[in-house]
Each structure stands twice: as structure tokens, then as C-alpha cells.
């Protein structure tokens, strides 16, 4: 007995480090995103074409594994949720048969027929549970086969992101250089 605890307990823990090594995956892939995204800044503003389109390349390997890992990380924990409810409903109807055996020996035949029905109303419960279960898979399915049509993204889409964060950037430079030229200015004229 102890020892099936235990291997139940290394199952947990091997399932909670399995998802926390996914989720620190995705972590490592966004913060990837980041670097290609500034690479490719900086070869725009420099001119580097070459080394532009590769950062675009680099960026769009790293949004689809991320997107992989993502599908993958769902997917891992919908089936451990589903191992779960499986163990449940299995514990349900194993203390439900040893019940209605201990039931059946104290109970006289009139009352047998009270047990009965509300065993057959347990085993209807258990049958509307996996009803909805099965629902539930269908209704995740739909999930992973729309989650698998994202639209990609294309060039256009990233370079005009791109275009956009360098220009955000000169003029914030722009505005910093028009301030300091004003202090050096009033500074001159001796305002300051």
C-alpha cells in the first residue's frame, strides 16, 4: 500500500515538473522573440539586409515553436486532468460496488429494491459524467484543430512592427536631443 502511494506521488511530481519544463520553454522562446526582433532593428537602422531577413527568419522559427510548445504544454495538461477524472470515476465505482454488496447482505428484499434504484441512479450519474466528458473531448479537439489554423505571420506584418518600433525610438532620441540643445542654449545665455 505504501509503496503504490509512493509511486503515485512520484507520478505527481514527475507531471508538475513535466508542465513547469514546458511552461519555462515558452518563457525562453518569448524572450528569444525579443533578441531577433532587436537584432533585426538593428540591422534596418544600420541597412544590413542580409542580416535583417535572417533575425525575420529566426523570429518567425522561434513564434512557431512557441506556438508548438503551447499546443504541446495544453495538450499534456488536459490529459493529466483527464487521468485524474478517470481515477476518480474508477474509485467512485469500486467504493459504489463494494457498497452495494455491504447493502444487498443487511438489507431484507424490500429495501434491496431502494438500494437498487439508487444504484442504478449512481450508474446513470456516472454514465451523464462521461457524457460530458466525451463532450468536453470533442469541444478540445475543436480547440487543438483551430489553434493549429492560426494565420501566420508574414513579413509585412513583422516589418511594419518593426518600422514602427525604430521610429518610435528616433523620435524619442529626437526629443531628448531637442531638450538638451534648449538647456545648452539658456545655459549660453546664462538663463539657468
Avoid: C, P
Avoid at 508538475?16 to 533585426?40: P, R
Avoid at 444487498?104 to 438500494?115: D, G, H, Q, T, Y
Amino acid at each position: 500500500m505504501w509503496g503504490k502511494k509512493n509511486k503515485e506521488i512520484e507520478k505527481k511530481m514527475l507531471i508538475k515538473k513535466t508542465i513547469n519544463s514546458m511552461n519555462k520553454q515558452i518563457e525562453t522562446l518569448e524572450e528569444q522573440k525579443k533578441v531577433f526582433i532587436d537584432k533585426a532593428k538593428e540591422a534596418k537602422k544600420h541597412g544590413l539586409e542580409s542580416q535583417y531577413n535572417l533575425a525575420l527568419t529566426g523570429y518567425k522559427m522561434t513564434l512557431t515553436q512557441q506556438k508548438r510548445a503551447q499546443e504541446m504544454l495544453l495538450n499534456f495538461e488536459i490529459t493529466a486532468q483527464m487521468k485524474d477524472m478517470t481515477m476518480m470515476t474508477t474509485e467512485f465505482l469500486g467504493g459504489m460496488s463494494v457498497l452495494s454488496k455491504q447493502m444487498s447482505k443487511l438489507a431484507n428484499k424490500k429495501e434491496f429494491v431502494k438500494v437498487q434504484k439508487e444504484f442504478e441512479t449512481a450508474m446513470a450519474n456516472v454514465e451523464t459524467q462521461t457524457q460530458q466528458i466525451e463532450i468536453f473531448m470533442e469541444t478540445s479537439k475543436d480547440s487543438f484543430a483551430s489553434a493549429a489554423n492560426i494565420k501566420k505571420t508574414d513579413d509585412k506584418e513583422i516589418d511594419s512592427m518593426i518600422e514602427n518600433q525604430i521610429k518610435s525610438e528616433e523620435s524619442t532620441d529626437d526629443d531628448i536631443d531637442a531638450e538638451l540643445e534648449k538647456l545648452r542654449k539658456e545655459l549660453e545665455s546664462g538663463q539657468v
